[in-house]
């Protein structure tokens, strides 16, 4: 089993900046990749960036291309996600993953225009 819980959602203004943080605990000897996924209302749930958690080689949804930034902190079990130039179609659930099968419980990102 691995747990995960999300921190640093909030409201921010359009053209704000927020970092997510994601800890990992339990099993996380098997971690091959993590990602951030988000689900606005109404929605599918969608991969917005991934990172190997050996390489740390990313990718991006397109959509978020240049703005946000994936990131990793294997000592401790951590990943980050940088969000730059928000938009209020940014606002979301946003949730962390491990190996496409673990989720964290969601932090909410809300861009008021």
């Known amino acids: 089993q691995v747990q995960l819980v999300e921190s640093g959602g909030g409201l921010v203004q359009a053209g704000g900046s927020l970092r997510l943080s994601c800890a990992a605990s339990?099993?996380?000897?098997?971690?091959?990749?993590m990602g951030w996924f988000r689900q606005a209302p109404g929605k599918e749930r969608e991969l917005v960036a991934a990172?190997?958690?050996?390489?740390?080689?990313?990718s991006y949804a397109d959509s978020v291309k240049g703005r946000f930034t994936i990131s990793r902190d294997n000592a401790n079990d951590t990943v980050y996600l940088q969000m730059n130039s928000l938009k209020p179609e940014d606002t979301a659930v946003y949730y962390c993953?491990?190996?496409?099968?673990?989720w964290g419980q969601g932090t909410q990102v809300t861009v008021s225009s």
């Open positions: 339990g099993r996380t000897f098997s971690t091959v990749v």
């Open positions: 993953n491990q190996n496409y099968e673990y």
């Open positions: 990172i190997s958690w050996t390489s740390g080689s990313t």
